[in-house]
T-cell receptor, first 113, second 115 residues
């Protein structure tokens, strides 16, 4: 069975500083990895995905993520955080055979001015 | 263009009652998914529809839960004899197809509260 772990319930960052939200995964076969963001009272919004190719994936709103096969990680990063980035972030994995996304528990990002 | 829409946005029901939640996917999207987001369980997959194929019901937690998709578009998730543990936000998502290449677009969710 596939699984995703987001080890931090909350990440606090000062505006303008770089941010990292951690994600590790477990899946049989090739992993297909996704990051979604959820703002209060809103649905999940797609940020980026890794299917194949370059390990560094660039997505919406200046976010990027690095796929590391040996560490089975897919950490989300942004060089300079904004207060408006404060939200709940979910990492998800899907395998080739499965029909659904398996999500991590979510990490709340708090960016302070 | 219009995104995934869900109705109602909020639903409060008494324990034991049946409820129906509706999802309108993005036009032209053949794949439709239901997920549940709750405090204790996080985000869980419930059911998946792809075109006219038989749905993948592997995530439904009990036989009180069922879903249908009429005409390959609108979907209804039905919960019979609701229990307090059914309280959660029910999210619907659609994608252009079920293939791994296509990301899922989520609706705003229906918040279900069972009293």
């Amino acid at each position: 069975a596939q699984s995703v772990a987001q080890p931090e319930d909350q990440v606090n960052v000062a505006e303008g500083n770089p941010l990292t939200v951690k994600c590790t995964y477990s899946v049989s076969g090739n992993p297909y990895l996704f990051w979604y963001v959820q703002y209060p009272n809103r649905g999940l919004q797609f940020l980026l995905k890794y299917i194949t190719g370059d390990n560094l994936v660039k997505g919406s709103y200046g976010f990027e993520a690095e796929f590391n096969k040996s560490q089975t990680s897919f950490h989300l990063k942004k060089p300079s955080a904004l207060v408006s980035d404060s939200a709940l972030y979910f990492c998800a994995v899907r395998d080739m055979k499965g029909n659904m996304l398996t999500f991590g528990g979510g990490t709340r990002l708090m960016v302070k001015p | 263009g219009a995104g995934v829409s869900q109705s109602p946005s909020n639903k409060v029901t008494e324990k034991g009652k049946d409820v129906e939640l509706r999802c309108d996917p993005i036009s032209g999207h053949t794949a439709l998914y239901w997920y549940r987001q709750s405090l204790g369980q996080g985000l869980e997959f419930l059911i998946y529809f792809q075109g006219n194929s038989a749905p993948d019901k592997s995530g439904l937690p009990s036989d009180r839960f069922s879903a249908e998709r009429t005409g390959g578009s609108v979907s209804t998730l039905t919960i019979q004899r609701t229990q307090q543990e059914d309280s959660a936000v029910y999210l619907c998502a659609s994608s252009l197809a079920g293939d791994i290449l296509y990301e899922q677009y989520f609706g705003p969710g229906t918040r279900l509260t069972v009293t």
